[in-house]
């Protein structure tokens, strides 16, 4: 069983920075892939960037790409988002999974899921 903690989320104004943490407990978490996801307002869960369970293997959607970078520490079971350069648009609920799975950007591949950290993006 893991469990997901997600922080770090909260106002910033657009060209602004934040590094979003996931905390997990479970022993098996550093054998498992991660992702973030996010959910805007009236919007349907949309991915964000996946990790491999080595860190070795990185996805990202296109709007995050070279703006976001997933990264892991197994040693602390946490996962983290530096997201850079950001934009009204990234204003959303951001919610970390875990899974066995390969790098996926599909949610039904992710079995655990925290409750979501809160960002939001000024203009």
């Known amino acids: 069983q893991v469990q997901l903690v997600e922080s770090g989320g909260r106002l910033v104004q657009a060209g602004g920075s934040l590094r979003l943490s996931c905390a997990a407990s479970g022993r098996t978490f550093s054998s498992y892939a991660s992702g973030w996801f996010r959910q805007a307002p009236g919007k349907e869960r949309e991915f964000v960037a996946a990790?491999?369970?080595?860190?070795?293997?990185?996805y990202y959607a296109d709007s995050v790409k070279g703006r976001f970078t997933i990264s892991r520490d197994n040693a602390k079971n946490t996962v983290y988002l530096q997201m850079n350069s950001l934009k009204p648009e990234d204003t959303a609920v951001y919610y970390c999974?875990?899974?066995?799975?390969?790098?996926?950007?599909?949610?039904?591949?992710?079995?655990?899921w925290g409750q979501g950290t809160q960002v939001t993006v000024s203009s």
């Open positions: 990790i491999s369970w080595s860190g070795g293997t990185t």
């Open positions: 999974a875990a899974g066995r799975t390969v790098v996926a950007d599909q949610a039904h591949e992710y079995g655990y």
